[in-house]
């Protein structure tokens, strides 16, 4: 089966209620770095990242990619999970159905995940009761146990406490050092710099800038850029 990516966005607009969100954005995503989204608040990362996954259609433009069976290759984790009224193990067999794994399967390949985010003791447990930071590293189990080409992080630690984000970071570099294209939003600039390859920055609904991080962070291009990085930027 040929991969997935290349993916490629072709003139991607989108707009809700009367206002253009993203506009005319072209991008092609490789396989291999991690590219972090950055942008202020409402400059349209969450937008674009949905729009990538498949869940927004864009209302002009194209949204390619390469392979087939895209739609179960790739997988997104968000800022806050959902979790099912089940056991934090059930969560996982239950997205491994989906994704048509053979039932005798399945519990092996969940127990594994569970233990590669350290939750293989809670196994039983109800997710609900988790605390938030087990929520989100349950639900990068669950995309662990389906192991994407690709995997989309839509600001993943923006409600946790310093620990737990050190937590998913760790994940998160585990997703990229087994070969998991990884595309994250954040609106943290250590985050991006601990986890990232390339940076899109994003202004009001554009691509402002693209650069590696080694040369974004010192040297931004666009003035929105350098707004940002010293933090007098504050909305999109």
């Given amino acids: 089966m040929s991969a997935i990516l290349p993916l490629r966005l072709e003139e991607v607009s989108f707009a809700a209620g009367g206002r ?20 202020a608040n409402g400059a349209g ?13 864009p209302t002009a433009g194209r949204v390619a990619w390469s392979g087939e069976g895209a739609r179960r290759r790739q997988a997104m984790v968000f800022q806050r999970p959902v979790m099912l009224r089940r056991s934090a193990i059930a969560n996982v067999t239950y997205a491994l ?3 048509g794994v053979p039932a005798a399967e399945r519990e092996r390949l969940a127990t594994d995940a569970l233990s590669e985010v350290g939750l293989r003791n809670v196994a039983r447990r109800p997710a ?15 995309a662990w146990a389906l192991h994407p080409e690709v995997l989309f992080l839509d600001e993943p630690t923006a409600s946790l ?6 937590e998913v970071d ?39 800038e693209r650069a590696p991080m ?3 962070f010192p040297q931004p291009a666009s003035p929105e850029a350098a707004a940002f990085v010293k933090g007098e930027l504050p909305w999109g």
């Avoid at 253009?20 to 950055?38: D, F, N």
């Fill in 20 to 39: 253009a969100i993203i506009e005319r954005v072209s991008l092609v995503l490789e396989a291999g770095p991690s590219t972090i989204i950055l942008g």
């Fill in 45 to 57: 990362k969450s937008v674009l990242m949905r729009l990538m996954h498949g869940l927004l259609a």
């Fill in 97 to 99: 159905e989906v994704a």
């Fill in 128 to 142: 609900r009761v988790l605390s938030g930071g087990e929520q989100q590293r349950l639900a990068l189990a669950r």
């Fill in 161 to 166: 406490d310093p620990g737990a984000t050190r």
């Fill in 170 to 208: 760790t994940i998160i570099k585990a997703f990229d050092a087994a070969g998991t294209k990884i595309v994250m939003s954040t609106h943290s600039l250590g985050q991006a710099r601990r986890l990232g390859d390339e940076v899109i920055f994003l202004h009001q609904g554009r691509v402002a």
């Fill in 214 to 216: 080694e040369k974004f």
